[in-house]
């Protein structure tokens, strides 16, 4: 029996290690199956290749425990060395296992990152916010990912929210947040509204944005700063509370993607794939949430 079929004997168990249900597993199997089986015909046939079609070494496990172990990966953030003995693996082996499978998942996921679309039934407001995480210590470039804020070396990306039109009447269901876009990586110094400026995403022309006070300047509706030694009047006070109250949605969304401990711990992997990551986790909560 293989470890997929041993896991989705229990549905809880199988949510709490991989943030998805079982059915929401064989849909992404369903899309990955056909997917897989086409990059891996382009690479036995790639031009050059020494090896005939076939040969060279095989992997240990099918492509349902693969994809397994790499949701357990992004939701747990466990070290390869645990997740190679749950898989009877090296831990040397757990790389070769899933990283083959991340651009796989973003292909079927499709997070953009600059070009955001609305659907019908999603209010025309998006919400914008900067998530940072801390980071390794960089061997090079130390002062560029060096956070004065947060004080210590992070990583940063623009995340995108929009939400669904709320259902009327009493009972309906709560509230459902759409990642709709997830910027490129950036080091910690670069203020929240570079990246905003740097990124540059395109929205619906009638969507209305809203950020908190470090998009000031910029397109989005932000509240209003306290100026320097003054205060601010009763009527800017009331609708920076409509603001925040509005703005909430975004940190909703960011807090509903750190229930993948991959996005929200400590980044360990190489920067180069922190954006790949992050858009996968950013699917994987549409897939259950949106």
């Not at 210590?137 to 990306?157: D, L, M, Q, V, W």
């Not at 401990?261 to 699917?283: C, F, M, Q, W």
């Amino acid at each position: 029996m293989s470890h997929t079929e041993r896991l989705r004997r229990s549905p809880d168990a199988f949510r709490q290690l991989t943030g998805i249900t079982p059915a929401a597993f064989d849909r992404l199997m369903a899309d990955l199956t056909p997917r897989y089986e086409r990059a891996d015909a382009r690479r036995k046939d790639r031009p050059g290749r020494r090896r005939r079609p076939g040969a060279g070494r095989k992997h240990a496990l099918g492509l349902a425990d693969r994809l397994l172990m790499l949701l357990i990966y992004h939701r747990t953030y466990a070290a390869h060395a645990f997740l190679g003995s749950l898989f009877g693996l090296d831990d040397s082996a757990v790389g070769r296992n899933i990283n083959p499978l991340q651009p796989q998942l973003a292909g079927i996921v499709r997070i953009p990152e600059r070009r955001i679309k609305l659907d019908p039934e999603e209010i025309r407001e998006l919400f914008l916010d900067a998530t940072e995480r801390p980071t390794r210590r960089p061997t090079g470039r130390r002062r560029a990912f060096y956070s004065g804020k947060e004080e210590r070396h992070t990583i940063k990306n623009q995340v995108v929210t929009a939400r669904r039109t709320k259902p009327p009447g009493p009972g309906a269901e709560p509230q459902r947040l759409r990642i709709a876009a997830v910027s490129e990586s950036f080091p910690g110094s670069v203020h929240d509204e570079k990246v905003s400026d740097r990124t540059r995403a395109v929205a619906p022309p009638d969507a209305r944005r809203t950020g908190d006070t470090a998009y000031l300047g910029t397109s989005p509706e932000t509240p209003i700063r306290r100026p320097r030694g003054g205060e601010l009047t009763a009527g800017q006070r009331r609708r920076n509370r409509v603001v925040s109250r509005r703005r909430i949605v975004a940190e909703h969304g960011i807090g509903e993607m750190e229930i993948w401990r991959i996005a929200s711990e400590r980044y360990r992997n190489p920067d180069r794939r922190h954006t790949l990551i992050l858009k996968n986790v950013a699917g994987l909560h549409n897939l259950m949430y949106a």
